[in-house]
């Protein structure tokens, strides 16, 4: 099946640093991915929709300039926090479309990169 | 816009007793909609989803939904529920456009005990 990979699982970083997380397709082609965060015991907020080649869209409220998103190969889209901040501490989930079923998507969740910053 | 609204944040139940957790959307178009759950500090796992025709949908574990449109619900049922069921539940919409996102609910925290 369809196998999306996020790396590091956890990060732990200083106030002011950057931290980049990765998220990989492993085996299909994936022109669209989104990232999501998640507060503790809440739900998930989708921060913006990245697509191969192009810039990615971002959800009302999220600063484009903080949350930096790179989408420049199909396997391939990478979140870089930057200047990071405590309030940024959170759990960042990517997903891809794996395909496509009766009209719907087929998306497929990463196991998610825990962002600690100090 | 969509919105997803699940009605518990947390449902306590006892081990082989039934399970309901309550899902309701707002959409002015058609969606799709699906139940994922996530175990701590994972990912999501799809449990179900309805895409068209029979309102009834069965997915893994033993999980079922069935969609009202009158009602625009998408409940989440199990009628015997293990301690291995504990985690927490999201409801998701997506309305019917390739390379849409899902919009979530904020979740129910199932919490099984024996």
């Known amino acids: 099946g369809a196998v999306v990979s996020q790396h590091p699982s956890r990060v732990i970083c200083k106030s002011g640093t950057s931290v980049k997380i990765e998220c990989r397709s492993l085996d299909f082609q994936a022109t669209t991915m989104f990232w999501y965060r998640q507060f503790p015991k809440k739900s998930l907020m989708l921060m913006a929709t990245s697509n191969e080649g192009s810039k990615a869209t971002y959800e009302q409220g999220v600063e484009k300039d903080k949350f930096l998103i790179n989408h420049a190969s199909l396997t391939l889209s990478t979140l870089t926090v930057t200047s990071a901040h405590p309030e940024d501490s959170s759990f960042y989930i990517c997903?891809?479309?794996?395909?496509?079923?009766?009209?719907?998507?087929?998306?497929?969740f990463g196991a998610g990169s825990r962002l600690t910053v100090l | 816009a969509q919105s997803v609204t699940q009605l518990d944040s947390q449902v306590p139940v006892f081990e082989e007793a039934p399970v309901e957790l309550r899902c309701n959307y707002s959409?002015?178009?058609?969606?799709?909609l699906f139940w994922y759950v996530q175990y701590p500090n994972q990912g999501l796992q799809l449990l179900l989803k309805y895409l068209s025709g029979s309102t009834l949908v069965k997915g893994i574990n033993g999980f079922e939904a069935e969609f009202n449109k009158s009602q625009t619900s998408f409940h989440l049922r199990k009628p015997s529920v293990h301690i291995s069921d504990t985690a927490e539940y999201f409801c998701?919409?997506?309305?019917?456009?390739?390379?849409?996102?899902?919009?979530f609910g904020k979740g129910t925290t199932l919490s099984v005990s024996s």
């Open positions: 997903s891809a479309i794996a395909g496509v079923m009766s009209g719907a998507n087929v998306l497929t």
């Open positions: 998701a919409v997506s309305v019917r456009q390739a390379g849409t996102a899902l919009i």
């Open positions: 959409s002015s178009v058609s969606v799709y």
